[in-house]
């Protein structure tokens, strides 16, 4: 099976084309994944409080925010590919940096452009599979692309357990980081998105494209998905960055923590992969409304866990349904715009989710210091889930196997 993506009138197989994205896709997991065990190592060797900790996630969340509405814009004009490359290096370059860092300031200032790597190589990833597959199965490539993040964090996962206690956290980053250099590599023979090319979105201003968004035409599915990434991505931060620290909380040491930790997030993977099948069997907004409500289902029952079972169990759940979803997200969100603004449109939703990825690691570490309990938490979360699924029933329309414009 090939793409309808060519270079030089050879085409690439979907599967070097998925490979390709997905290595960039699992290294940016791995060091969002290390994240979360960094910042419990941190806590410890910085004394942080609970509020310190809750500004690690979010500044990484901020930079994203920038960089998914900056880089989103840019890709509609300069092209997916160098936007692609671009993004990935940031990323590369300030994650490794970061694991030099002295104090938690200059630690926040390397997270920032982290975030903003991140923050703008996802959408326009997400974008270029898209424009680069055809509609029979578009739906399922982006979701399997979406599935490199469990392997990355999976791989975070084991780093954490067997490293972090060893050798300390700056091993741990710097580990996360080199690899990323590989992926560069790959990303400068891969061809740019056909539709792209065949358009020609150049002549049109980052003011035009903006604007276009928040047309009379896109005003509704952008409402739609702005509401979606913000609710996805608040609970997500809020829940998943903050994981070994809730154990550590529960009362678990903390390689105890990591190896509960590791566990939970084996669940991510099929939770993908289901999702893939179903995605092309019963639409996109089956998918998202019913892995959606999984996860607002799972993340009560951990916050009030009260045994260790029920706790890994849950936990399971709740990494198998939230991460479907977003597979399903990523698929859903660039069918929504037509070639000349998909990436902007793209971006922008990504960038007002990231808000909520700022808010929701804060909102934690608030909470906890003022002595609420973990299950008050998640259902806070449980709360905002459920709005993102009003949203995508209310005003979400089917887009399966639809030809792209």
């Keep these: 099976m090939k793409t309808i993506t060519e270079k030089e009138n050879k085409p ?25 065990f960094v910042i419990v190592a941190l806590a410890n060797e910085w004394a ?6 809750g500004w690690i996630g979010s500044v990484n969340s901020i930079g994203m925010a920038v960089g998914a509405f900056v880089f989103g814009i840019f890709a509609d004009r300069v092209g997916r590919k160098n936007i692609f490359i671009m993004t990935l290096v940031l990323f590369s370059v300030a994650s490794g940096l970061s694991a030099f860092s002295a104090s938690l300031a200059i630690f926040l200032i ?39 993040w469990a392997a990355g964090w999976l791989i975070a996962a084991i780093i954490s357990y067997f490293v972090i ?12 980081a080199l690899p990323a250099i590989y992926a560069i590599y790959l990303r400068l023979n891969l061809p740019d998105s056909p539709q792209f090319t065949a358009k020609r979105v150049r002549e049109r201003t980052y003011a035009q494209n903006i604007k276009a968004v928040w047309s009379k035409t896109y005003a509704r599915p952008t409402l739609m998905l702005w509401i979606l990434w913000f609710t996805v991505v608040f609970s997500y931060y809020g829940m998943f960055l903050w994981l070994p620290s809730v154990m550590v909380m529960k009362g678990f040491t903390l390689i105890k923590s990591f190896e509960y930790v590791l566990i939970m997030t084996i669940a991510q993977l099929p939770g993908y992969f289901t999702a893939a099948w179903l995605i092309e069997k019963a639409g ?15 993340a009560f029952i951990f916050g009030n866990a009260d045994t260790t079972m029920l706790l890994i169990v849950s ?3 709740l990494s198998f349904f939230n991460l479907g979803a977003w597979g399903a997200l990523y698929a859903y969100t660039p069918e929504q715009y037509p070639t ?6 793209t971006g922008m ?46 005003l979400g329309k089917e887009t399966k196997q639809l030809e792209l414009e």
């Design 12 to 36: 690439i197989s979907r599967n070097k084309l998925l490979g390709i994205a997905g290595l960039g896709w699992m290294f940016d997991a791995m060091d969002v994944g290390i994240l979360s």
């Design 48 to 53: 942080l409080t609970p509020e310190q900790m």
């Design 110 to 148: 390397f997270r920032f452009f982290v975030g903003m790597g991140l923050g703008g190589e996802l959408p326009v990833a997400s974008t270029l599979v898209s424009e680069s597959v055809e509609a029979k199965e578009r739906g399922r490539v982006v979701v399997l692309l979406e599935s490199f």
């Design 165 to 176: 206690p060893v050798h300390g956290w700056r091993v741990a980053l710097i580990i996360t």
């Design 284 to 298: 996109r907004k089956f998918v998202l409304v019913t892995y959606l409500l999984g996860t607002a289902t799972s």
């Design 315 to 317: 936990g399971a759940f």
């Design 340 to 345: 000349v603004i998909r990436a902007t449109g």
């Design 349 to 394: 939703a990504a960038a007002v989710g990231r808000i909520g990825g700022i808010l929701g690691p804060l909102l934690v570490g608030t909470l906890i210091t003022r002595g609420y309990d973990i299950g008050w938490v998640f259902g806070i979360f449980c709360i905002a889930i459920v709005i993102g699924v009003l949203a995508v029933v209310l």
